[in-house]
Structures are given as C-alpha cells and as structure tokens.
C-alpha cells in the first residue's frame, strides 16, 4: 500500500491517496469532490482510494472572539 497525497489547486481540499501496489484495480481518473477539477488520471489498472482529509471550510476555521473581560 502506498500513500500519498494530493491538495487540489483550486479549492484547497486535501486528499489522501491509498495505492494497492498487489491488487489489481482499473484505469480510472478522480476529480475533486468538492469543486469538480480533475485531481488524477491514470491508465494502468491500479486500485486507487481517495480520502477527503481537510475539507476547505474546515481549513481556516473561523475563532470566535473572546468574551471581552467582564
Ligand atoms: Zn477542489
């Protein structure tokens, strides 16, 4: 299994990628799934697995202010 990674450039999001180095997948493509841009293609049979790991929104969150000294 190898592991690697891949942000995409238009949105930010994260992906993880699983790669079988022993089974055998298909030739195939990901695109991102939250803005839709083309991530990976490739044309062997590999058995890919994509993990969305830092969603965009979650990338910069948002701090609330702190309660100002009573
Ligand atoms: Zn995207």
Do not use: N, Q
């Amino acid at each position: 299994m190898k592991i690697s990674s891949v942000t995409c450039p238009h949105c930010r999001a994260a992906y993880e990628i699983a790669e079988s180095t022993s089974a055998v997948g298909a030739a195939g493509r990901f695109d991102c799934g939250v803005c839709g841009t083309p991530l990976s293609a490739w044309d062997e049979p590999k058995l890919r697995a994509f993990r969305l790991e830092v969603p965009p929104e979650h990338k910069y969150p948002r701090v609330p202010a702190p309660p100002s000294p009573a």
